[in-house]
């Protein structure tokens, strides 16, 4: 085993990621033991994300002492999209939304952690772990050593961490290439409205947000990464590809764009994978993302610490019960998400296809009643913290 140099500091948890999943996970353990999240940026941070949450995560959120209820956010629950073909859908959520940029969301996650007494670690990059022979763990991070009893992997859909556990995204038919960008425009749509719009090999979402100005609404959109590739960047890219849906070539030229240029992300991948890695137990998109078609994804990254919370603070309390609270978080784990995300990648696949997905929204409209199952099969219910209450 590693000798802990003098430096080394010691953890109980220690949480490898501090976006939606690694915060909520960080907020529900810090009453009860020491938990330190590595971050690897600083807060508030911009991150590429349709910003729409389901209404699923607003109990629980409140639960963590986020105080939606006083920051008049915009609630959706109606949606409107349309293909490149022309053709239109429209529907009533059936549970609904809310609207909240990712650089205030994050930034209260973070502050209801610290406020805990939760350690936290911006600026900071994990570069290695290995499990000792006594089932600890060794972390290295750019500004040095932690060894912790518990380590949970939160660190989003593409990072260094994939490779260090041996995610090889390079392997062929394990890369599924997408590219996310973000925009915050000052649109004139309804506030309670979320609008996708596909195009080949993509879509977009547009929806409301608090922001810079009364009118700011997030214009999110994926596409395949050989859009990107053909059309040499992104002005020529959504002119040649974009465009040709009316409606985004209106609103990607007319509403007035926030930021210099957009946030981007690349090397998206939607495919399964494993929920324990060395020792380490994953969550959010670390442990499967959803298509964010669904708009579920920040709901899934949430109910996950929910999930996890419990099965590490009862590892805790009994470390000889591990392995069968181990297997707990697995099958709770499949439960709640599984349906879901193989949901999600079926939709995606039609809608991502041109010629499928206006037949399918002709359909879907001429057939009112198949609308909202489609819609619920992408969505959870409510959840709430499943940790002791204090006091
Ligand atoms: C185009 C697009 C649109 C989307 N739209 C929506 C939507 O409208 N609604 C919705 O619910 N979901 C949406 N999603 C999905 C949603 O953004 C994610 O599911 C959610 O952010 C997952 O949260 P997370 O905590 O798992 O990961 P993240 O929020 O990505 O957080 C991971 C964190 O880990 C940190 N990190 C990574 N590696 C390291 C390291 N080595 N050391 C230290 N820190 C590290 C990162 O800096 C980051 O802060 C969308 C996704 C995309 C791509």
Redesign the pocket.
Known sequence: MNQPSPTTQQADVLI?????????LGIELAPFCKVVI????SYP?H????????LE?WPYLKELSVPLSDLGLPIINQLRMSSAGGATMNSKLPLG?FGIS?YLL?DLLQQCFTALGGILHTN????NIIQEVDNSFSVT??EGNWQAKLVAG????????DK?VGRNYSESGYAKN?V???YHVTADLPKNG?ELHTFDGGYA?I?KVEGTTENTY?L???TKAENLQKHGGIAGMEEAVLFKNKRLAQYLTQFPKLWDKPET?AQ?TFKPKPLIENGIFT?????G??T?L?????????H??AILAPVLYQILQSPQEKEALTNKYISNWKAAFSLRLSAGRILQNAVLNDSLNSGAFRLLQGLPFLKQPVIRLTHGKPYHSLMPKLG
């Open positions: 490898i990621g501090g976006g939606l999943a690694g915060l909520a590595i971050e690897r940026y941070m991150r590429v994300c349709g910003e729409y949450v389901s995560s939304g990712r994050d900071t990059t994990v570069t991070t750019s939160a660190w989003g859909k593409r990072s260094q961490m260090v997408f996310g960008v973000k979320i979402g929806s997030c999110c959109y994926l992300i998206i969550l959010g998109d670390a442990a993302m959803i964010p669904c708009g579920n994804g920040m709901s899934m990254a949430l996950g610490a």
